[in-house]
């Protein structure tokens, strides 16, 4: 009984610090008063109609929607490909370039960056590649998407038996076929958890992003940039709150997903 009681509170203390931060930043966010004080005497919306209106964050929040889906889709394009080697075929350093494609989710985004950084200036100088901007955004957060498609996908073929794709093969399918009418739709709703959780670590990625976005400005360097100014305080907790919507919604349908799949998969 006292066990359980500790595993309680337990539970309730850690979901305590994770989210009481953001709950205050959401109570502020509709703090009529430009100064930020507790408890709240006047809610409004006042602060959401300024952010709206303000041409800075629109071009910001556009900016970061376009890099997030473009790295998106090529995260879905070579996290996939990569899944399907490593699964499907047995070669010499399988396990090693299984490794390699991991590695950087789990490396300092900071080291990440600096690589980046260093190895666009060299592009730029010596092959001519574009200059900061939304391509070198994209080109660095693709980095790290590629990892979360690829442990996506590749989990769910480790889980999926072949017999329906030989199935189809024995009753005159062909490659192309099978894989449209057979492989695609049995990895389709991990395709879509991992493009979730891809565009989600996208959307507000700062560390990497600092290092290849150049004068651009996405969401989070936004916010970065404007936290300290009192004037600006307001707007900021109004776009934190958006942002932490819009990363939460994408990485709860995601774990929707690979859970009902899960499911499908065992039934």
């Known amino acids: 009984m006292l066990g359980r009681l500790g595993l ?20 502020y966010a509709f703090n009529d008063s430009r100064r930020q004080s507790w408890p ?26 376009q890099a997030g889906l473009a790295a998106t889709v090529i ?13 499907r075929f047995r070669f010499f350093g399988r396990e090693t370039i299984s490794f390699l494609v991991v590695l950087p989710i789990a490396l ?9 950084n260093a190895t666009i200036n060299e592009g730029i100088r010596e092959f001519g590649f574009p200059r900061f901007g939304l391509f070198t955004i994209v080109a660095g957060h693709a980095t790290f998407c590629v990892v979360v498609v690829y442990n996506n996908v590749i989990a769910r073929l480790r889980r999926t038996a072949r017999t329906q794709e030989e199935a189809s093969m024995d ?3 062909d490659s192309w076929q099978t894989f449209r009418h057979v492989t695609l739709p ?4 991990a395709l879509f958890a991992g493009a979730l959780l891809a565009f989600a670590l996208s959307f507000d990625e700062i560390i990497v992003t600092t290092f290849t976005a150049g004068t651009d400005e996405t969401l989070p360097l936004w916010i ?3 936290f300290r100014v009192p004037q600006q305080r307001p707007v900021v907790n109004v776009v934190a709150l958006v942002m932490i919507v819009l990363s939460a919604v994408p ?4 774990a929707r997903l690979s859970g009902s799949s899960g499911q499908l998969i065992r039934h």
Do not use: D, Q
């Open 8 to 27: 309680r509170l337990s539970a309730v203390g850690v979901l305590a610090f994770l989210y009481v931060p953001l709950l205050i930043v959401l109570l």
């Open 40 to 65: 709240i005497e006047v809610f409004s919306l006042r602060w959401f109609e300024a952010a709206a209106a303000n041409l800075k964050v629109r071009e910001a929040f556009v900016l970061s929607v």
């Open 75 to 87: 995260a879905l394009v070579l996290g996939s490909l990569a899944a399907f080697a490593v699964h």
């Open 108 to 116: 300092p985004g900071i080291v990440t960056g600096m690589a980046l």
């Open 171 to 173: 009753l005159g399918a």
């Open 186 to 189: 049995g990895i389709a709703t």
């Open 224 to 226: 970065f940039s404007n």
């Open 251 to 254: 990485v709860y349908l995601s």
